[in-house]
């Protein structure tokens, strides 16, 4: 798709400007469990009711993902497990998972393909997943799946959006088959022109799911640009390589205020533009980021959204 190349910069909205903090609002944040370990208590750090999504990399026992959200859920925060398609093996295995979170009080799931090139089982995407109805069946009420403003080479090999398209058109009826609250949740990005340009086009196409943006919390440069790379962000990648060019800044960490004000600016101009929410994957650390969050948000009120 194309790419706006702003010539100027717009100026940077700071949280007195109010747009920055209201937009932070209802903000998540994604975690796995060897990171969420090194956290003694997550409300000491997190605004009380903040949505945590629990990663599912290859290799993590089951039983580990379910104590993570366990100990969560327990200390007061909504938890939003994974549930990576290509991992599972079968119908059996993803009822006794989704069993198991119900158990220790989990009624949310993200249901994505993976980054596995073939699946381990007999499930390829998350509209497989979905249409089991196991989900419905277990009682789960928020749903969320993958988006991609950026397009996604995984999806679409050959470039384009056609197959990422199709499958947001089946995800958007879907949602009207389900009894559960469903929403995208983003690749991380870093810059805002695509995700204007993406998200108008799915309103102007009658996808109404709305969007949980993807951000990087704040990073060193270096640790930006590696995650970017492995997890194929698209050409706003150029923001890192830009930056990268000036050594000066190599040693400075990387935040997402420019894209963030951007987007909090496009917002409170265009009430009806489908970012719903701002997701957080902490790259240079849960706590950097909390801290990113609460200087720039307001930290007394950023509870998850219901």
């Known amino acids: 798709m194309a790419v706006l190349n702003f010539k100027r910069k717009a100026p940077v909205i700071t949280a007195s400007d109010g747009s920055l903090t209201s ?51 327990g200390e007061g925060f909504p938890v939003m497990p994974h549930f990576p398609a290509r991992i599972i093996k079968d119908a059996a295995t993803l009822e006794e998972w989704i069993k198991r979170y119900a158990d220790v009080g989990v009624s949310q799931a993200l249901l994505l393909a993976g980054g596995l090139d073939k699946p381990h089982g007999d499930f390829e995407d998350s509209m497989q997943l979905l249409g089991t109805g ?31 398209m199709d499958a947001l058109r089946w995800k958007n009826d879907f949602q009207n088959r389900t009894d559960a609250k469903m929403a995208l949740a983003t690749q991380f990005v870093f810059e805002s022109a695509p995700v204007i340009e993406w998200a108008n086009r799915l309103q102007a196409e009658g996808i109404s799911l709305p969007i949980h943006i993807g951000i990087a919390g704040p990073a060193k440069l270096q640790t930006m640009i590696k995650f970017a790379m492995a997890c194929g962000v698209g050409p706003s990648v150029r923001v890192l390589t830009r930056r990268a060019k000036d050594v000066t800044k190599l040693v400075t960490p990387f935040e ?51």
């Open 23 to 73: 937009f932070l609002y209802g903000f998540s944040i994604e975690v796995m469990p060897r990171t969420a370990a090194k956290i003694e208590d997550f409300r000491k750090i997190l605004p009380e009711g903040t949505r945590v999504y629990v990663a599912h990399i290859e290799g993590t026992p089951i039983e580990e993902m379910v104590e993570t959200a366990k100990r969560l859920n």
């Open 134 to 164: 196991l989900f419905d069946k277990h009682g789960f009420k928020n749903l969320h799946v993958a988006g991609h403003p950026e397009g996604n080479k995984d999806i679409d090999p050959n470039g384009g959006d056609d197959a990422v």
């Open 256 to 306: 997402p205020t420019q894209v963030l004000s951007e987007l909090a600016r496009h917002k409170a101009a265009n009430p009806d533009f489908g970012i719903e929410s701002v997701h957080f994957f902490p790259l240079g650390g849960i706590n950097k980021t909390a801290e990113y969050t609460a200087q720039h948000g307001n930290p007394a009120s950023l509870a998850a959204h219901a």
